[in-house]
Every structure is written in C-alpha cells, then in structure tokens.
C-alpha cells in the first residue's frame, strides 16, 4: 500500500503555525471538512503550503493554475494513489479507480469500458435515462419539499448507473425495496470511512466499531453486484447496456470474472456519489436564481417533443451546459487530485524529490482569481457563454487529468444536463436555506431542502 512519502531533502515550503514538536502541524486540522480548511489555509498561506507529521511524513498542497499547469506534465509528474483511495482497494479491487499505474488489469479495463462510452452507446442509455427523469418526476408529483436534496439527487443517479449501466433497477423510489436503502446507505458510510480513516494521527481516533461497519458495508455492496451479474448471466440475454458491452466487448476477449466484478462495482460508486452530489448543487444555485431557471426551462421547452429531449437535442442545451460547468468549477464533486513526481523536480519553487505526492486542490484552483477575475468565487454561468472562451487545461480540470481521468465525463455531463433541464422546465424551485457543504471523498450539499412546484 501507498504511503505519504519520507524525504530527507530540506524544505522551505510554507506550513501552517503553531507545530506541536514532535507530532507536527496537527493543529488546525478539520476531520470533517478538511477540503474547505484547506482553501482557508491558503488564504493564509499562499497557493502552497504543507503539514509535516510524526516521522516526516508529508501532506502537501497546491491551489493555483500555475502549479496546476506544472503537475498535469505527464513527463514529470504521475497520477498518485493516496491514503484516503486505498480503503477503496477492497472494493473496487482491479477495477478501473484503484487498479495501479499502466497495470495489464488497468489496460484491459480502459480498452473494455472506453467502447461503453463513445456516442453510439450514448444513443442508447438516453431513453433510459428519460425513464429515471419520469420516476423521479413521479416521485415528486405535482408539490414536494424534499428534505434532503442529496439524497434525491443520488437515488436518482444511482437509478441510472444501475439501468443505463447494467440493466438493473436498484429501486431507487420505491418504497419497498429496502435492498436500494441498504447498498445506498453502505455507498455514503464507505466514503466518509475512507475519508476520516485516511488523516494521519485523525485518523487513528476511527474505531473499531466503524471498521466493522465498513466491512459489512462492502459486502452489501458486492452481493448486490454480484446479484447483477449472475442474473444478466443466468438468463442469457442481451441488453444496450455498459454491462453487455463488458461481457460481450466488439475486441478481444472479455474480461475475467473477477474483473468483471470489480469493473461492475467501480462503476456503481463512482457513477452514483459524483454525478449526485453534482445534481443537487446544480439545484441549489438554480433554486436560488429563479431568473437563470426560467432561462434553462425556455431553453429545454424549446427543444422538448412530447415532454421528452432527444439524444441529439441535449447538445442545444447551452444555458444548462453553463450551470453545470459553473457548478463543477465552484464546488467539483471530486474536490482535487494526487499527483507524484516522476523524478526529482521542483514546484512553484521549491525542490520536489522523485516520489513526492501533491494534493491538487480544484476548489481553490478553480477559484483562482488570477484567471476567473475578482469575481470568482461568485455563481455566474454567463461567463461560459461569452463568446470564444474556453479555460486552459490548467485551469479547469473536474474530472482529473491525464490517462487516469474520468472515463465516464461524457456520460456524466450527458446526464447532468438532461436531468438538469428536464426538472427544471416542469419544476419551479424554491429554497431559503444557505449552502452548507459537507465532505467525504466528495464535495456535497448538506441538508438541501427545496421544494418543487410543477409548473401548470
């Protein structure tokens, strides 16, 4: 397993005050929202600062366009697998998050899975994700204040990565199916176990009561994935889903049974905690913005047939495409990223040893105000809709960078903007609460209360 790395070589890059001799800078630390600490500690520090711990070990941290644009280097630096992924190793296993570095599982699974998002297998999970739109609808009905936004937002994404994805309905709204409440709830406690298990010396204060639950969880979540597999396996059909492109892929041969398990389990998580949370962000900002919501709702009218957008009409969607680009540049469901350094080099100025990690920090990065203007940590969509701009990869980078990056943007972005536009033209949206955004391996609104109104 990845360990923080030790260096002997002198530093000077900036630290936090007050380091506790011995046991280093553990003050000032937040377990649970150590993201939006660290885009305070910037503030204080600069764009790049460090935690030095017991042993020398070394958490560091970068939160500019500039340092971004030297760790994206594919040349001098890597993708790093850190502490909080690695509790994810059991459950993803070989899959395609937490397979190593150009390992053959990892190359096998990119040339399986990549077949499963390219436009014609778009075309094809459309229509089933405008069934998830109508079951939420019906969900909602014609007034509901929904409590926990998050929540809906997630059941919502996880019903369509289970049926756009393998076929499979998780019962996302159905009241009966106590399974779906199960694998969800094992979904968000595994996340928050890996993220406050990971913080050194923190991290140790995480007992063994919540490592047995996390074990449990993991095993919720692989019998329902295997209950998947063995169903689409026992009755030998065939279906326009990711799953059967995995079992039956156009080139080579298809995946071992046991990668397929993990591919499979990879794909839940990682299709359902993001795209949710991205969901219900989106839904705040446009609650509060009742004008930009009757933009989006002219915009998706427009190009409605039936109450349905089509496949090739989602593209059209400009005005939703700017809320959730905006959305993913204040607040990215996946807060940053790791990267390692191939060999010895430097960063913003300070020396770097080979195998040293940084955390790449998108929430401050993309707040930059030396690219977004001393209005950028304001919710504006129209800038995306300024003639000829389009940020530099340094400076706009939610789904990651490099041959690990997000392989599912496409379907994720697809999926946003379809539901996005699809509520908004039949809801109005109303919330009065204040933004109050809670971590664990993701970024996510906390206790999001908005009511929707169908419209006529």
């Known amino acids: 397993m990845t ?16 380091r506790v001799p011995v046991l280093g800078d553990v003050l000032g630390m937040d377990r649970k929202r150590p993201n939006q600490k660290t885009l305070w500690q910037f503030s204080q520090l600069g764009p790049l600062y460090r935690r030095t711990f017991l042993g020398g070990v070394h958490l560091t941290f970068a939160g500019s366009a500039e340092l971004m644009r030297e760790v994206i280097d594919e040349k001098t630096w890597q993708r790093h697998f850190a502490r909080p992924y690695e509790k994810l190793v059991p459950i993803g296993r070989n899959g395609l998050f937490t397979a190593a570095n150009d390992s053959e599982e990892w190359k096998r699974g990119h040339e399986v899975l990549i077949q499963g998002f390219v436009p014609a297998a778009m075309a094809d999970y459309h229509d089933t994700m405008l069934n998830v739109v109508e079951l939420t609808s019906q969900w909602l009905g014609d007034v509901r204040t929904v409590t926990d936004t998050t929540a809906m937002m997630g059941d919502t994404a996880l019903e369509v990565i289970g049926r756009a994805g393998f076929g499979y309905s998780v019962g996302a709204f159905d009241t009966e199916a106590t399974d779906r ?26 007992g063994g009561k919540r490592a047995r639950q996390h074990a ?6 692989k019998s329902t994935v295997f ?12 279906y326009p889903d990711l799953l059967d492109r995995m079992m039956h892929p156009a080139d080579g041969p298809a995946l071992p049974d046991d990668d397929l398990v993990d591919q499979v389990l990879t794909l839940f998580v990682a299709g359902h905690e993001t795209t949710g949370n991205l969901l219900a962000f989106a839904t705040h900002f446009l609650a509060r ?24 009409d989602v593209a059209k969607l400009e005005i939703t495409d700017a809320v959730i680009s905006e959305t993913l540049r204040l607040w990215p469901t996946a807060p940053g990223f790791f990267r390692a350094a191939r060999e010895d080099t430097t960063l913003g100025g300070y020396p770097i040893a080979a195998g040293e990690w940084v955390f790449i920090l998108l929430l401050a990065v993309q707040r930059d105000p030396a ?3 001393p209005d950028a940590e304001e919710f ?30 496409a379907f994720a972005l697809h ?8 509520l908004v033209r039949d809801y109005e949206l109303d919330s009065t609460g204040e933004l109050d955004v809670e971590e664990n391996l993701t970024l996510r609104p906390s206790n999001l209360e908005v009511t929707f109104r169908r419209i006529g």
């Open 289 to 312: 913005n009742p004008e930009l919501a009757a933009r989006v709702r002219a915009e998706a009218a427009a190009v409605s047939t039936d109450g349905r957008i089509a496949y090739e």
């Open 227 to 238: 209950e998947v597999i063995e169903t689409r396996r026992r009755t030998g059909q065939r």
């Open 371 to 373: 690219v977004w203007g």
């Open 181 to 206: 409440a199960a694998f969800a709830a094992a979904l968000t406690r595994v996340f928050a176990y890996a993220q406050e298990s990971a913080i050194p010396v923190v991290g140790k204060l995480v």
């Open 216 to 221: 449990a969880d993991i095993e919720i979540m």
């Open 415 to 422: 999926e946003a903007k379809l539901i996005i536009a699809s």
């Open 380 to 409: 504006r969509p129209d800038r995306w809709l300024t003639d000829g701009f389009r940020p530099k990869p340094w400076q706009f980078r939610p789904f990651g960078t490099g041959p690990r990056s997000c392989i599912g943007q």
């Open 3 to 18: 360990t923080p790395t030790k260096t002997a070589v002198t530093q000077s890059i900036p630290h936090p005050p007050n």
